[in-house]
């Protein structure tokens, strides 16, 4: 005979909390990708969302290290929260749009310091390294951010 499922009495109201909370930081962790993918798109020369649809290699190398640097900020000011939602998903927003305006202006500095041309560097159909130092730039600046949180 099998025993019977004893769950605690709060069980199922602390399942629905946690599946709020993944829901509604879901939300703001894609609200601030597809910010923070429009912020690059905006700052970068070129349409950047057409050469990723197209396959631009160092469009698509640009933008995924943009995207993993705002996750990584998103995860710290989620983890950094200690289990506050409310806290926690403001923290994830304000650091978020703090993380955004860094890279934007960082990847542009850089640009400036390195005389990379970014918009011819994106537009080409064919790898080029320089790309890897923009989206590395991306990636340490977000980590940067995120451990600033922290």
Do not use: C
């Not at 057409?50 to 640009?62: K, S, T």
């Not at 990379?116 to 537009?123: A, H, P, Q």
């Not at 790309?131 to 590395?136: N, R």
């Amino acid at each position: 005979m099998i025993p019977p499922l004893a769950l605690d009495p709060g069980f199922g109201s602390a399942i629905g909390t946690g599946v709020g909370a993944i829901a509604l930081y879901a939300i703001v962790g894609l609200i601030l990708m597809v910010v923070g993918f429009y912020a690059i798109d905006w700052t970068t020369p070129g349409k950047l969302s057409a050469l990723v649809r197209g396959g631009a290699p160092n469009a698509v190398i640009v933008t995924s290290a943009g995207l993993v640097s705002m996750a990584l900020i998103v995860v710290v000011a989620i983890y950094s929260s200690a289990g506050k939602l409310a806290e926690g998903l403001l923290s994830a927003l304000i650091f978020g749009f703090v993380g955004i305006v860094v890279q934007v202006l960082a990847v542009r500095l850089l640009e400036w310091v390195t005389r990379l041309d970014i918009g011819s560097l994106i537009e080409s159909d064919r790898f080029a390294p320089a790309s890897v130092v923009v989206a590395s730039a991306h990636v340490a600046l977000g980590l940067v951010v995120a451990v600033a949180i922290s």
